[in-house]
Structure formats: C-alpha cells, structure tokens
C-alpha cells in the first residue's frame, strides 16, 4: 500500500476526513491510502476523484516528478508521492516558450458581423494578422473583401468554419498554419440564441439543439484545437472566450436555454486553466472576455419588452466601442508575457450602475436605440 500524507493549515472538510469534529481543525495531518502503483484502479480512482478529496480551491502542480496539490486560498501544498505521477500525463507537447512580437497573428470565429467583425478591425487597425471565419461562406468571401479594401489584401484570410463540426475546426486549423503559420490569439466569439426569445416550455426542439450545439460543443471542440495547435508553437498562445448573458449566474428569462449555456463558459475557461496548469503546459492560457451589452443583431432580436428596451439603451454600446476597449487589453497581455488567466470585462459592475443611476437621477440614456414606451 502506498500512502498519501497530507498537511494543511487550511479548514479541513468532514468529507475528507469523515468524522464531523474534524472540521473545526485548523492545523490537521492525515493519511490516505491508496492501492499499490501496480493495481490497475490507482489511476482511475485518482483522475477521476482527485476533486472530490481536494475540492476546488486545490490545484495540482507537479514539482521535482511529485505533484503538488496548492490550496489556493492559504497557499498550503499538499504532496503526492511520484508513484501516482503517471496518472497525469500530458497529452499535449508543450515547448519552451519564446517571446511574442508584434503583429500577432489573431483568428477570431463567427467574425463577418457584430463583435467579431469588430474586433477583427481593431486587431487591424492595430498593424496584426486577422483570419476570420464563419459558417456562411457568402458572409467571409464579402467580409474579407470589404476588410482588405481598407487594411490590404496581406493581413486579413477567411474561410468558411461550422465550429459544431470537428471536422471544420480542424480544417480552420489548418487553413491558420498554411496562411499564417501560427496563431498567437484565437478568440472564441461564435454563438447563436437562434433569434429566439421566450419561455423555454415553448422552445422548438430545432432551436434548443442549435444553441446548445453552436455555444457549448463547438466552444469545446474550438478550445480543444486551438490548445493542441498552441501548444506545438514555439511561441504558443493566448485562448479568449467570449461569455455572455447569464455568464454570471443571474437568472435569463425567455432565454434560458442561451444563458445556461453561457453559464458553461466560465466553468469551461476555469476547468481549462486547471487542466494545462495540471499538465505542466506554461506556454498556452485561456482567458475570459466580455463585451456586455453589445448592439447587435442578437440582442435587438430580444428588445420587445418594456424590460429590454430600458436596459439595452441604459447598458449597451456598439461594438466598435466595446471593441475599441477590448482589443488593447487583450494585446497588453501577450506585450506583458503574461500567463496568467485573465477576465476582461467592458461593463463592469460599477460602470453598469452608474449608468442605471444616472437614468433614474437625470433621464441620461433614455430612447438612445429604441423608442421606450
């Protein structure tokens, strides 16, 4: 049998130790046993119930062939014995990082209009590599077009890309080496609500898939290939995922489907962190972007409420301004060589309810895009 030992400042959780009274311990040791290296289960019992022991404020870090499980609040580590290091292998090749220079090479999904489009003219205007894509090819070939007329025909590709297909994020991958050979930032801005707002007992079957599939499987699938491309780069790379309503927990009716699913992306960034944090990979990281209430079609699509239209003219702004924000802090952080996770956010609660405030106290913002009744 091999033995785990355990040390912790920290508050130790009953479910760990399973005797109620050592909760209240401050400073606790403890032993776990597992079964032999050699027994076949040791491997699934710890990938698979690692954060059932060592819930998530821990994280594991390997350090001198052990790994480390860091309680992030006290930063108090607990060890485990190399034996079990084969248990988190890296499936993904991480190479010693070099130095990111400008232009940055950026490929940005569902980019021929609203934010995406937006964004993708700022990272231009700002001298970078743009590659857009979306699932209409009609939509890139004018939108590559209309873009090269302005910042030439050297710095902008499309291609056409269904990020719910395997298949085409694949190709889109490929499509990135070819043209530009390597992708320094890939944001993942592609989603859809299906330009459906109501109650999800009336939701169509057709409607709930087309969310479900575009927002969380084809976010997965995107992140999934960007990481591996990253990953093989020298430079590596820098993965932005757009949130969106709901992101925050708080409740989205007559949309509840698009907000769960927007929900997921904050889990999906936070698990993805762990994960390359887990597999010692230092030179990719997923970051969290969000643009607020931005005017495009997706969100005029809902303004039928009396509700909607008070806080679409109160919070929302067009997306050259959001862009226009967004674009230098997320170039900030590749001109810092950070890699640290980040959360950039354009409405911020404060600015939010200074906006909500001013409107009530002096009738700011009212009738801005929508006549209010």
């Given at each position: 049998?091999?033995?785990?030992?355990?040390?912790?400042?920290?508050?130790?959780?009953?479910?760990?130790?399973?005797?109620?009274?050592?909760?209240?311990?401050?400073?606790?040791?403890?032993?776990?046993?597992?079964?032999?290296?050699?027994?076949?289960?040791?491997?699934?019992?710890?990938?698979?119930?690692?954060?059932?022991?060592?819930?998530?404020?821990?994280?594991?870090?390997?350090?001198?062939?052990?790994?480390?499980?860091?309680?992030?609040?006290?930063?108090?580590?607990?060890?485990?014995?190399?034996?079990?290091?084969?248990?988190?292998?890296?499936?993904?090749v991480s190479l010693n990082r070099e130095p990111m220079n400008?232009?940055?090479?950026?490929?940005?999904?569902?980019?021929?209009?609203?934010?995406?489009?937006?964004?993708?003219?700022?990272?231009?205007?700002?001298?970078?590599?743009?590659?857009?894509?979306?699932?209409?090819?009609?939509?890139?070939?004018?939108?590559?077009?209309?873009?090269?007329?302005?910042?030439?025909?050297?710095?902008?590709?499309?291609?056409?890309?269904?990020?719910?297909?395997?298949?085409?994020?694949?190709?889109?991958?490929?499509?990135?080496?070819?043209?530009?050979?390597?992708?320094?930032?890939?944001?993942?801005?592609?989603?859809?609500?299906?330009?459906?707002?109501?109650?999800?007992?009336?939701?169509?079957?057709?409607?709930?898939?087309?969310?479900?599939?575009?927002?969380?499987?084809?976010?997965?699938?995107?992140?999934?290939?960007?990481?591996?491309?990253?990953?093989?780069?020298?430079?590596?790379?820098?993965?932005?995922?757009?949130?969106?309503?709901?992101?925050?927990?708080r409740p989205t009716p007559r949309f509840a489907a698009y907000?769960?699913?927007?929900?997921?992306?904050?889990?999906?960034?936070?698990?993805?962190?762990?994960?390359?944090?887990?597999?010692?990979?230092?030179?990719?990281?997923?970051?969290?972007?969000?643009?607020?209430?931005?005017?495009?079609?997706?969100?005029?699509?809902?303004?039928?409420?009396?509700?909607?239209?008070?806080?679409?003219?109160?919070?929302?702004?067009?997306?050259?301004?959001?862009?226009?924000?967004?674009?230098?802090?997320?170039?900030?952080?590749?001109?810092?060589?950070?890699?640290?996770?980040?959360?950039?956010?354009?409405?911020t609660g404060f600015k939010a309810y200074s906006q909500i405030?001013?409107?009530?106290?002096?009738?700011?913002?009212?009738?801005?895009?929508?006549?209010?009744?």
């Amino acid at each position: 049998m091999n033995q785990l030992l355990l040390v912790s400042s920290h508050q130790c959780p009953a479910s760990i130790f399973h005797h109620p009274s050592m909760a209240a311990t401050t400073t606790a040791t403890c032993s776990f046993h597992f079964p032999s290296p050699s027994h076949s289960s040791h491997s699934h019992f710890l990938t698979n119930n690692y954060s059932q022991l060592f819930p998530s404020p821990f994280s594991p870090h390997k350090f001198n062939n052990t790994y480390t499980f860091t309680n992030l609040a006290s930063r108090q580590n607990i060890c485990m014995p190399k034996a079990f290091s084969a248990s988190f292998t890296n499936p993904i090749v991480s190479l010693n990082r070099e130095p990111m220079n400008t232009p940055y090479n950026v490929l940005i999904t569902g980019s021929t209009k609203g934010i995406g489009y937006a964004l993708a003219r700022e990272f231009l205007k700002a001298g970078d590599n743009v590659l857009i894509c979306s699932r209409s090819r009609e939509r890139v070939e004018t939108s590559v077009q209309s873009l090269r007329e302005e910042f030439g025909e050297h710095h902008v590709w499309g291609t056409k890309c269904d990020v719910k297909s395997g298949e085409d994020v694949k190709n889109l991958v490929s499509f990135a080496q070819e043209k530009l050979k390597y992708i320094d930032i890939w944001i993942n801005n592609a989603g859809s609500n299906a330009y459906s707002y109501k109650p999800l007992a009336e939701a169509s079957d057709e409607d709930l898939i087309e969310m479900v599939t575009t927002n969380t499987l084809g976010l997965m699938i995107c992140c999934r290939e960007a990481m591996k491309m990253m990953a093989s780069q020298p430079r590596g790379g820098h993965i932005f995922n757009i949130d969106g309503a709901g992101s925050d927990g708080r409740p989205t009716p007559r949309f509840a489907a698009y907000g769960a699913t927007k929900r997921s992306v904050v889990h999906l960034t936070k698990s993805l962190q762990a994960e390359l944090q887990m597999q010692d990979v230092k030179n990719v990281m997923v970051h969290n972007l969000s643009p607020g209430m931005v005017t495009t079609d997706l969100l005029m699509s809902g303004a039928n409420t009396k509700q909607a239209k008070f806080f679409i003219n109160v919070l929302a702004e067009p997306p050259e301004v959001v862009a226009e924000y967004l674009v230098p802090n997320i170039r900030s952080i590749l001109a810092n060589g950070s890699m640290k996770p980040t959360y950039i956010r354009f409405l911020t609660g404060f600015k939010a309810y200074s906006q909500i405030f001013s409107r009530f106290a002096f009738g700011a913002r009212r009738n801005r895009y929508i006549l209010e009744d």
